[in-house]
Each structure stands twice: as structure tokens, then as C-alpha cells.
């Protein structure tokens, strides 16, 4: 299954990547001119423990990719700032969003 297709089957399984619930808060993951990977790496840890996740992509084709958490930080670093990135555990469980403007937060 290639990545678009990939996306078609699961962007639907993620939450809304504006939540409105309180235990959404919100930080900045990005100084303007790179990604705070130390801190998407803590939010990542603290929220999806799964040795694989799935990161979406929402793209102009979406893409989706599954691969090992330990992987994923290099793969969000290319995206921040320019689209709107999603991660969770295989189960979709847990969700790390990363916002179009360099915010992310985590619901575990």
C-alpha cells in the first residue's frame, strides 16, 4: 500500500486536529527557524508508547506512512510549517497533532 493509499484508509481514524477539550494544551515546537525536536521528542514519549506509530500527513495528495517511533521525530521535522502532521499508536489510541503554525499537542 502506497502512502496516499494509505491515508485514504486511515486519516478518518484521527480526532479532529483542533480539539476543543481542556486537557488539549497546546505548545510551540518550532523557533521560527527550526523544529524543537527535543520537545516533539518528549511530547511524542509522553503520549504514544508503541514501538510503531502512524503519522499522517495532510498534504495536497495526503500521505500516511507507518514506521518505528524512533524514526518518526526526523520525519515530523520535514513537515512543521507546512502541513498539518498527525501520529498515533497503531491502535489509535493516543494522538500527538502538530498544527500548520508549529503547535502540537497530545492526547494520551
Known amino acids: 500500500m502506497n502512502p496516499a493509499e494509505l491515508y485514504e484508509e486511515v486519516a478518518r481514524k484521527f480526532p479532529a486536529l483542533w480539539p476543543s477539550m481542556p486537557q488539549w494544551t497546546w505548545v510551540n515546537v518550532h523557533d521560527g527557524e527550526t523544529p524543537k525536536l527535543e520537545l516533539l521528542a518528549a511530547l511524542l514519549e509522553s503520549c504514544i508508547a508503541t514501538p510503531e ?47 500548520l503554525t508549529g503547535t502540537a499537542t497530545c492526547d494520551a
Open 53 to 99: 506509530v502512524v503519522v499522517v500527513v495532510h498534504a495536497t495528495p495526503g500521505t500516511a506512512v507507518r514506521m518505528s517511533r524512533r524514526e518518526v521525530i526526523d520525519y515530523l521535522a520535514q513537515h512543521v510549517l507546512k502541513h498539518e502532521i498527525q501520529v498515533s499508536d497503531p491502535g489509535f489510541k493516543s494522538f500527538l497533532s502538530v498544527s
